[in-house]
T-cell receptor, first 113, second 109 residues
Framework: IAGITQAPTSQILAAGRRMTLRCTQDMRHNAMYWYRQDLGLGLRLIHYSNTAGTTGKGEVPDGYSVSRANTDDFPLTLASAVPSQTSVYFC????????????FGEGSRLTVL | GQNIDQPTEMTATEGAIVQINCTYQTSGFNGLFWYQQHAGEAPTFLSYNVLDGLEEKGRFSSFLSRSKGYSYLLLKELQMKDSASYLCAAMDSNYQLIWGAGTKLIIKP
């Protein structure tokens, strides 16, 4: 049972480059989320999707975009990476649209130089 | 504004009991979550409280007081594997989770 799979697990990226973090779930959950986690701060929601075909902005959406073409996949794209986007990114899903118990992927550690 | 406060770090002894406190201020309230996160790993769900009182689940218990905007996570019979960060999160009226920065729990033999 895979749950949520994120790729890559770690990446070093030059500023200005485009980067897509992949997230796939096999639990058939309707809702999916992208968070970033930075030292000393709580998890911050970047974007979310309550169901396939819909997306919404979270607390820190600037510089990021998402798409939800189907139930399983929820990629996060950084159009032009900046050093402040250095972080650990977690994809999560929940069975209910109202952010019930969240299931997290293992995280993608991104360093922007 | 919306805010979650929890201690940055706590130390406890193997076999002992520790209580991790969390206070919250949110626009509306739809429940309080606790997650455990081992270093370098993903957070995993521990508990959810929406009514006042204590919820017990094995060695872990979680308490909520809505009138005080306060919750705690109680860990009994501490084991070395309990060394982790514990994240408190409150759900506001829009069903958005507001996360605390986490409490790093260090267990000593």
């Amino acid at each position: 049972i895979a749950g949520i799979t994120q790729a890559p697990t770690s990446q070093i990226l030059a500023a200005g480059r485009r980067m897509t973090l992949r997230c796939t779930q096999d639990m058939r959950h309707n809702a999916m989320y992208w968070y970033r986690q930075d030292l000393g701060l709580g998890l911050r929601l970047i974007h979310y999707s309550n169901t396939a075909g819909t997306t919404g902005k979270g607390e820190v959406p600037d510089g990021y975009s998402v798409s939800r073409a189907n139930t399983d996949d929820f990629p996060l794209t950084l159009a032009s990476a900046v050093p402040s986007q250095t972080s650990v990114y977690f994809c999560a899903s929940s069975e209910e649209g109202a952010a019930g118990e969240l299931f997290f992927g293992e995280g993608s550690r991104l360093t922007v130089l | 504004g919306q805010n979650i406060d929890q201690p940055t770090e706590m130390t406890a002894t193997e076999g002992a009991i520790v209580q991790i406190n969390c206070t919250y201020q949110t626009s509306g309230f739809n429940g309080l979550f606790w997650y455990q996160q081992h270093a370098g790993e993903a957070p995993t769900f521990l508990s959810y409280n929406v009514l006042d009182g204590l919820e017990e689940k094995g060695r872990f218990s979680s308490f909520l007081s809505r009138s005080k905007g306060y919750s705690y996570l109680l860990l009994k019979e501490l084991q070395m594997k309990d060394s982790a960060s514990y994240l408190c999160a409150a759900m506001d009226s829009n069903y958005q989770l507001i996360w605390g920065a986490g409490t790093k729990l260090i267990i000593k033999p």
